[in-house]
């Protein structure tokens, strides 16, 4: 094997790359049909002595975000993203040491917080940890977002979810509404120098590039308790639900309650958990308490 992996994968997908899959013109007569260190350079808002440093393997190191940068700029697809960003650690001496200092990240809900989910009963609730985590959740969540493939991942995370399955964008049809909320989340509410966040949001740099890069840097962008979400659901159709947020500041976890919008989304989600019409009442949004 190669002792520059890393430098080997930037320049065999440089040169796979052709201009126009670039949005580049083609310009004259090229020795190869893929695109120069120049031209990705500029691409990715890096210096070109920079570019070849990495595909000499002079350089091992690049932060998350010019990976982003150039995995953006080469168009690469999901697992081609995770790929580079595992043979970036391998060539920086593998994971970052976790801050031995930093509070530890929950990864389970408390027995008693889990009784409060079991009487929230048939309404889609979840609880998460600071980073996105879904530690728990009702069998009404479930059949919610099952069928959209949130809970695919052995340890299912919203964000990553949101921001690198493509199913994510035909579930919600207000996209960058939800992206930006979650970020400001995930910005706002984790402590000063959580390596879990930096882990996170490296990982997310990378594999979703921009989408996420740009809400990350908008510190002005703050959180929502409540709010709404419309889904469309393969099963239940075009549903509009409202959203509270409950804090659990010990733990650093929220529980997540999802509450019918209307009529129409109380029924079928009536429907989806097998209920009869009733179980699930709409909130009227002017409602408080």
């Known amino acids: 094997m190669s002792d520059n992996?890393?430098?080997?994968?930037?320049?065999?997908?440089?040169?796979?790359?052709?201009?126009?899959?670039?949005?580049l013109p083609a310009g004259p007569r090229r020795r190869t049909p893929g695109l120069r260190r120049a031209e990705l350079a500029t691409l990715a808002g890096v210096s070109v002595e920079y570019l070849t440093r990495l595909e000499q393997?002079?350089?091992?190191?690049?932060?998350?975000?010019?990976?982003?940068?150039?995995?953006?700029?080469?168009?690469?697809?999901l697992r081609d993203r995770m790929l580079l960003r595992r043979l970036t650690k391998e060539a920086d001496g593998?994971?970052?040491?976790?801050?031995?200092?930093?509070?530890?990240?929950?990864?389970?809900?408390?027995?008693?917080?889990?009784?409060?989910?079991d009487r929230l009963e048939p309404a889609p609730a979840l609880v998460v940890n600071w980073i996105g985590d879904v530690l728990a959740h009702t069998a009404g969540y479930e059949r919610l977002v099952g069928p959209l493939g949130l809970l695919d991942d052995e340890r299912p995370n919203l964000l990553r979810y949101l921001f690198t399955d493509e199913r994510a964008r035909g579930a919600y049809r207000e996209w960058d509404r939800v992206a930006d909320d979650l970020v400001a989340r995930l910005r706002h509410g984790v402590p000063l120098r959580d390596p879990y966040l930096a882990e996170?949001?490296?990982e997310l740099t990378v594999t979703a590039g921009a989408e996420f890069t740009d809400r990350f840097a908008a510190l002005a962008m703050t959180p929502r308790r409540t709010g709404s979400q419309d889904i469309e659901h393969p099963e239940?159709?075009?549903?509009?639900?409202?959203?509270?947020?409950?804090?659990?500041?010990?733990?650093?976890?929220q529980v997540v309650i999802h509450l019918p919008a209307d009529d129409a989304t109380a029924a079928a989600l009536d429907r989806l958990n097998g209920r009869r019409p009733g179980a699930l009442r709409a909130v009227a949004t002017g409602e408080t308490g």
């Open 5 to 23: 992996e890393l430098g080997t994968f930037l320049r065999t997908w440089r040169e796979a790359v052709t201009p126009a899959e670039a949005g």
């Open 57 to 77: 393997g002079r350089d091992r190191n690049p932060s998350a975000q010019v990976l982003g940068a150039l995995a953006d700029a080469l168009n690469l697809s």
């Open 94 to 117: 593998g994971d970052p040491l976790l801050c031995a200092a930093a509070p530890p990240l929950s990864r389970a809900a408390r027995p008693t917080v889990r009784a409060v989910l």
């Open 200 to 202: 996170l949001a490296d």
């Open 236 to 253: 239940a159709g075009s549903l509009r639900l409202l959203v509270e947020t409950l804090t659990l500041p010990d733990e650093g976890q």
